[in-house]
């Protein structure tokens, strides 16, 4: 999944964070960096590198179909619905 321009990282990565599969980003030479290790140490680096910058592009890939799910209802407005 491709994202674009996030305004709201800490809140986007908050959602990340809750995730239950991998989360994989995905660099600009194709490699998948594990995101959701079980510390989620490099998920928290990730986060505190953008804490109040804006995401320009971002591909990422989930193993759990409802955490990508999740994410896609956070991108368009709808992480306050059930």
């Not at 800490?10 to 660099?27: A, P, R």
């Not at 030479?29 to 505190?48: D, M």
């Not at 890939?61 to 407005?77: E, H, M, P, Q, R």
Request: hydrophobic share 35%.
């Amino acid at each position: 999944m491709k994202i674009y321009n996030i305004e709201n990282t800490k809140e986007f990565f908050e959602t990340l964070n809750e995730c239950e599969g991998n989360v994989e980003l995905v660099n600009n030479q194709g490699e998948h960096i594990e995101l959701s290790n079980e510390k989620g140490s490099n998920l928290n680096i990730l986060s505190e590198t953008y804490v109040d910058g804006i995401i320009k592009e971002m591909e990422l890939c989930f193993t759990n179909k409802n955490d990508a799910v999740k994410i896609f209802k956070f991108l368009s407005g709808m992480h306050n619905v059930a």
